[in-house]
């Protein structure tokens, strides 16, 4: 536990002015971001007697190192700092509001030449028009389905639209009247795209006017006797008062509005947003969160607005947002959202009539939501403390591992080895940790050998952050060239800082989340006893003896500690081990994952590829002449030169590749050892033979 005083700015070193700041801890890691008016006065509250602290903040300050600020000229610029920031460095002292799942909106591709309707999920796509979120995707389909009637716009993959206009006859859509069946002509593209943007407008919440035009022709229908005609539109009507009902009136002024409520105790905070489009309640969300610092619900709603509305842009951004209560202050907030939206926007709190009427329902869903939360909280956070305690007590730590690594070796007979390392933070998954590996320094078969490597490769890579840090001082050089592959996304600089601060780009350094650079309590194995004197001794050899290292063997799921010659048995109810089966087998399940994402792009490997000019088109071409890669290998020039296209000298360099190449390796049934001929039917994309052994059979080769 570190102390304030040890990293206390000098009196006169903060300026008075507005700014934002970051706590780090003594890895470098930002554990805390914030925004302030005056960052003087707002710093100088941190550095107080810690008797005086709220008891998050106390944790807060005692974790950090050090503390670092920038400068900004106005309010504004500090508050999207803060959420750049927040978002860049996902501090761990921060209030984050996440989606508890991920919400479905129904999307119009207008960016297409015929726009489509569809359920989408995940990040929002330039050119997409998106209405919702809604609770559920049926909910979505049953709306389309009834507007589908009136609008018949296209809501076929691009794979069926492709076969339709190919074979010049439409989906059965098209046929019982749901689609205008651009595919085949029926519309021009012009026509399908007045019909996507009113049902963009019907959806915006423009109804009355599409209700008034089919009651006038519906009418002009009956009066000139047409009344088949005239059914089929009072059917229309029908259907979009049907589809209307499903979202009823709400505000009477036709209002478009966002609506936030927070219902919070001393631990945790929920909120819930109702989007009102049209004086209808067209979408809602949740959201909850720990609270991990001390915060007003003010700070809250500010936190939400940032969550809410950070990557929106035009009219995402509602014209009125009413919240319990406004930020403070609320002119910076008000002025970022009226940016994002690019005109006037409406922050305050309803005081009367149907808006806070409906706010009080809000409301009352953040409070239920909260409740059904804790009461599902309660019994996991229960269930993992206990799982972390039982393993920190039947490995003999001096605390409970709250970070876990598990590793594993996959391969198929030997073939594409490759490793995989999977980080369990507080007993749950933390994926954007995982990482990778192949096996480079000796080819075969050896998971001994392997996991020796892996493991001295991950922790070489830590003791050489250590040594970027100053946090390692034996003076010796590590190697920093080691790679793995990642899972996450690329790192990127940050924008939004302040000019002045231009040259002080973000790297890894600047508190990032880094590789390697934080080490576990646990590391565990997936294997026995050979594998866990392997990791234990790359750890030995590299000087590291505060890390546990433990392996879980499948067969009697036994856990085996280093020199121990019998194992640690858990019972077979215990959570610990339960924890311990699930890292083991999400290890084993990534990098299985792996190793088959390699084999397959080593099975369509083909010496043809290394072919100057020899194209897709014509590669299929000499495989589907002579059936297999292997008879071509036999044939003559001039039996080469009979398939259309392929001249003599293209001819003689398809030889000369083939002859160079080794041929491949005849197919095998893992399961019985039986040698397959290759038939035509089992060749893949590049012409060598698949193995067609049983799916089942395969995957208990793989290790």
């Known amino acids: 536990m570190a102390d304030p005083s040890s990293y206390r700015p000098k009196p006169g070193e903060i300026p008075d002015s507005p700014g934002v700041y970051r706590f780090r801890d003594e890895h470098r890691r930002v554990i805390y971001v914030g925004k302030a008016k005056s960052l003087r006065q707002r710093l100088a509250n941190y550095f107080q007697d810690l008797a005086g602290l709220h008891p998050r903040t106390r944790s807060m300050v005692t974790t950090a190192a050090s503390v670092e600020w920038t400068v900004v000229s106005t309010e504004v610029e500090a508050l999207q700092l803060e959420y750049s920031w927040i978002k860049e460095y996902d501090p761990r002292f921060n209030v984050k509001y996440r989606d508890d799942k991920s919400y479905p909106y129904l999307a119009v591709t207008m960016n297409e030449e015929y726009p489509r309707v569809q359920v989408m999920r995940g990040h929002k796509k330039k050119g997409v028009r998106y209405f919702g979120p809604y609770a559920h995707a049926w909910a979505i389909r049953d709306t389309v389905d009834l507007l589908l009637r009136v609008f018949p716009v296209r809501t076929c993959s691009a794979g069926v639209f492709k076969n339709a206009a190919r074979t010049g006859r439409p989906c059965l859509l098209g046929y019982i009247g749901k689609c205008s069946a651009p595919c085949v002509d029926r519309v021009s593209a012009e026509e399908h795209r007045e019909l996507a943007d009113e049902f963009c407008d019907f959806m915006t919440g423009r109804t009355n006017t599409y209700i008034r035009r089919l009651e006038k022709q519906m009418a002009e229908a009956a009066d000139e006797m047409e009344y088949e005609r005239a059914a089929r539109l009072r059917d229309d009507i029908e259907a979009l008062k049907k589809a209307m009902e499903k979202n009823a009136v709400v505000l009477a002024d036709a209002t478009d509005a966002d609506l936030i409520a927070v219902a919070e105790d001393e631990l945790e905070a929920a909120v819930q947003i109702f989007h009102v489009r049209g004086g209808r309640v067209r979408g809602q969300r949740g959201w909850v969160t720990d609270k991990v610092e001390e915060i007003t619900t003010g700070a809250l709603v500010e936190h ?238 590299l000087g590291i003896d505060d890390i546990a290292v433990c392996g879980l063997a499948k067969r009697l799921e036994e856990v085996w500690l280093p020199g121990d010659d019998d194992p640690v048995v858990l019972p077979r109810t215990s959570e610990g081990l339960y924890l311990l089966q699930r890292v083991r087998d999400e290890a084993h399940r990534f990098a299985i994952s792996y190793q088959r994402t390699k084999r397959s792009k080593r099975f369509r490997s083909s010496p043809l590829d290394d072919v100057p000019g020899l194209g897709d088109t014509r590669k299929q071409a000499l495989l589907k002449h002579f059936g297999s890669l292997k008879k071509l290998r036999s044939a003559t020039i001039d039996q080469i030169c009979e398939v259309p296209g392929i001249g003599r000298k293209t001819a003689e360099t398809i030889a000369a590749a083939l002859a160079q190449a080794a041929p491949a390796a005849p197919a095998v049934n893992t399961a019985t050892g039986e040698i397959m001929e290759e038939e035509p039917g089992t060749m893949g994309s590049s012409g060598e033979p698949v193995r067609t052994g049983a799916p089942d059979e395969r995957r208990g080769q793989e290790t």
Not at 333 to 360: F, I, N, T, Y
Request: with cysteine; aromatic share 6%.
């Open 304 to 541: 939400a607005l940032q969550q809410l509305y950070g990557e929106e842009t035009g009219d995402a951004v509602p014209k009125e947002v009413l919240v319990p209560a406004l930020p403070d202050p609320v002119e910076p907030v008000q002025e970022w959202l009226a940016g994002r939206r690019g005109s006037g926007v409406s922050l305050r709190v309803p005081q009367r009539g149907d808006k806070k009427a409906l706010m009080e329902t809000v409301q009352r869903n953040a409070q239920q939501a909260l409740v059904l939360h804790k009461t599902k909280r309660a019994s996991d956070l229960t269930t993992r403390s206990r799982a972390l305690e039982e393993i920190a007590d039947a490995l003999d730590l001096d605390s409970a591992p709250l970070r876990i690594e598990c590793y594993d070796i996959s391969h198929l007979q030997g073939d594409d080895v490759v490793a995989s390392m999977v980080v369990f933070e507080d007993g749950l998954a933390r994926k954007s940790e995982y990482r990778r590996f192949q096996i480079k320094g000796f080819a075969g078969q050896d998971d001994v050998r392997s996991m020796h490597e892996v493991i001295t490769r991950r922790f070489r890579r830590y003791l050489a952050e250590k040594e970027k840090t100053g946090e390692w001082t034996d003076g010796e050089t590590t190697e920093t060239t080691e790679t793995a592959e990642t899972t996450g996304n690329g790192e990127s600089p940050l924008t939004g800082t302040d000019p002045a601060d231009t040259a002080n780009t973000l790297t890894e350094d600047d508190g990032r989340p880094k590789k390697f650079a934080y080490p576990p309590q646990l590391v565990v194995v997936d294997g026995g006893a050979p594998q866990v004197a392997a990791a234990r001794r790359a750890l030995d050899d």
